[in-house]
Nanobody, 117 residues
């Protein structure tokens, strides 16, 4: 079993920045992919960015050039968000996929990001 804890959300003005963190804990697991997703009220969950064990990175078109996903090690990941826009407002959730649980993987509780105009 893998537990995920996200942090770093908050209220920021448009144009500002936030850095989200995701810490994974548990025993004997190997993360193949770590990703950030977001869900705004009334909208479907959206994939924001993913990074796999080979450091291949994917971004949603809406965040390219503004967000950066990274991993410090196997269990700590980050999402640097710059030039934030009001439409980035959402709950941001961390997801990790392991060899034992490639789909759907494990989800954190999420952290709220609110961008004011």
């Amino acid at each position: 079993q893998v537990q995920l804890v996200e942090s770093g959300g908050g209220l920021v003005q448009a144009g500002g920045s936030l850095r989200l963190s995701c810490v994974a804990s548990g025993r004997y697991f190997s993360i193949s992919t770590m990703g950030w997703y977001r869900q705004a009220p009334g909208k479907q969950r959206e994939e924001v960015a993913t990074i796999n064990e080979s450091d291949v990175i994917k971004y949603a078109d809406s965040v390219k050039g503004r967000f950066t996903i990274s991993r410090a090690d196997a269990r700590n990941g980050y999402l640097q968000m710059n030039s934030l826009k009001p439409e980035d407002t959402a709950i941001y959730l961390c997801n990790v996929r392991t060899r034992a649980n490639p789909n759907p993987g494990y989800w954190g509780q999420g952290t709220q990001v609110t961008v004011s105009s």
